[in-house]
């Protein structure tokens, strides 16, 4: 178990992170707690909970950086989803962050091989004291040795209850299930002995285990899970095809379909496998699902050149919604990237060749509809701009409509004390400044705020766009023709591409990643 505490921040920005995160389908919120009216899954913004925050925090001014941001990370999937928070709670209690009324986020992430979540609060506890933050990290270490060697014991023996429910037909079974638990486990004499971080925290009499494989394998036969292992087949055939490497193949099937493979013998040259389904519960010698030859049977680097464009299908397939980032993070190891609608070869030779037509378009249709899911429209005409902007149908991306009414009644005044107030250089470059963007529509002009991801039809909030287009604001010169307007597209922006992206998430728990800062990325929303 790592806890990492993570920078601090006046702005709150590890909101708009994991919130970006669950809009990209790779983490969920867990809880929340004591936010007032905000204090439910579903009625909130992330500008919402920034503001709480923020708020909360203001009852201390000397604190400049409130933001409290904390992972806490297990190794592979050796923790469950509740013992992660009841883990944490217990942490927060001992750091001085469990104080009733204190406000808490903690998130969910799915996006690595680790298990681990993500919590925010502020530094300032309810009665505007600042918590103690001196020696923290020594400190952190301290109670997290302390929590593990209270709970060490008792985890275990959970952890074995746990196990005892899979249906497993051997005992290399059943201890193949703990080590993705993190345990080690050995047979001395008629013990089956549990250990973990050096020492032993359980031993189980061989007998009673026998007994329960035994009881096991009879149940296995009066249930006929045929049908099952032909899907575990297919899917391992499929996800080999797509990976390039043993440890690609398990990370995909285990954040995909929670499955986990156990190899046998040396890394590099194993001699079997054991395949456990945490779904359904049940663990196979990987024999009975698919030889050991044929599932670790990847191509060649020259192979993989050759059929570049068969593997982009087949990715494209089994993940529909792919763009051409995602599609280059598994490019890496075939030595080719995409660009532009343009195949590159980096390797024997560079070289580049156009991707088929009907991929480019699959791509640039997957680019532009990720850039639509990342806007917050407050009202249907919003949305159906934003569809028409981007050329797609309403059933291409599924934007929610979010009720920000009252904080979108403010930023209107404010674009109207714009339009109407400022002198000076053209309009819309003081507006690009600000961090808004303009697009024209036929006699209708768009204004985008990038940040938030709002977006305004001047028109239908009685703004004359006329201004944007003159520079001498004196004048009263006509909208200029649409051949002869420069439009700042916000498509030009490629969300989640630039620092902020999910991928700048260091894998909790991995020593090489430690060093990566993410109050570096931007904000999200």
């Known amino acids: 178990m790592i806890a990492t505490i993570l920078p601090s921040s006046s702005s709150f920005h590890a909101v708009g992170y994991n919130e970006h995160k669950v809009a990209q389908g790779s983490a969920r919120l867990l809880e929340i707690k004591n936010f007032g009216p905000f204090d439910s899954f579903t009625n ?20 400049q950086k409130p933001q409290f941001h904390l992972a806490i990370s297990c190794k592979g999937h050796e923790y469950s989803e509740e ?52 020696h923290e990290r020594r400190r952190s270490q301290a109670v997290i040795d302390k929590l593990l060697g209270q709970d060490a014991v008792q985890k275990c023996k959970e952890d074995i209850e746990r196990a005892k429910e899979y249906s497993c037909t051997k005992i290399s079974q059943f201890r193949a299930l703990l080590s993705t638990m993190g345990y080690e486990s050995y047979q001395w004499q008629d013990q089956l002995v549990v250990k973990k971080g050096g020492s032993v925290k359980s031993r189980l009499p061989l007998s009673d285990i026998q007994t329960l494989m035994i009881e096991n394998e009879n149940r296995r036969k009066e249930i006929d899970d045929k049908k099952r292992r032909m899907q575990l087949r297919s899917i391992l055939q499929k996800y080999r095809d797509i990976s390039s490497s043993q440890k690609d193949l ?9 499955i986990d493979l156990i190899f046998i013998g ?53 993940n529909p919604n792919y763009t051409a980032y995602d599609i280059n993070k598994k490019l890496r190891n075939r030595l080719a990237y995409i660009r532009k609608g343009v195949l590159y070869h980096t390797s024997p030779s560079e070289k580049k060749e156009e991707l088929d037509e009907d991929i480019r378009q699959k791509l640039d249709h997957n680019f532009r509809t990720e850039i639509v899911k990342t806007f917050r429209p407050a009202t249907t005409a919003e949305r159906e701009l934003l569809l028409q902007i981007y050329k797609l149908k309403d059933s291409d991306a599924d934007i929610p409509l979010f009720s920000i009414q009252d904080k979108r009644d403010s930023d209107i005044t ?46 239908s909030y009685g703004i004359n766009p006329e201004k944007l287009y003159v520079k001498n604001h004196s004048a009263n010169y006509p909208l200029k023709d649409k051949k002869t307007a420069i439009d700042v597209l916000p498509d030009k922006i490629n969300p989640g591409r630039g620092s902020a992206y999910s991928d700048r998430e260091w894998e909790v728990g991995t020593e090489k990643d430690r060093d990566n800062d993410l109050s570096q990325g931007g904000v999200y929303y």
């Open 83 to 134: 013992q992660l928070v009841e883990f944490a709670h217990k942490y927060l209690d001992e750091m001085g962050y469990g104080m009733d009324g204190q406000p808490l986020l903690i998130y969910l992430h799915n996006d690595t091989e680790n298990l681990h979540i993500h919590i925010i609060t502020s530094r300032i506890d309810p009665t505007g004291k600042k918590i103690d933050h001196n």
């Open 414 to 459: 404010r674009l109207r004390e714009l339009f109407t107030l400022y002198q000076g250089r053209t309009l819309r470059d003081y507006l690009k400044e600000e961090g808004y963007s303009t697009k024209r529509i036929g006699d209708r002009v768009v204004v985008f705020d990038l940040k938030l991801k709002r977006v305004y039809d001047l028109k």
């Open 44 to 63: 909130y913004t992330p500008e919402d909970l920034v503001a709480y925050l923020q708020k909360y925090s203001s009852s201390n001014e000397r604190i």
């Open 266 to 318: 040396p890394s590099d040259k194993p001699t079997g496998y054991i395949l456990i389904d945490h779904n359904n519960k049940k663990v196979y010698n990987g024999s009975q699902i698919l030889r050991l030859k044929d599932l670790l049977n990847f191509t060649s680097q020259e192979e993989k050149i050759k059929e570049i464009s068969s593997f982009i299908r087949k990715l494209l397939d089994a």
């Open 250 to 258: 398990k990370k995909e099937l285990s954040k995909l379909f929670g």
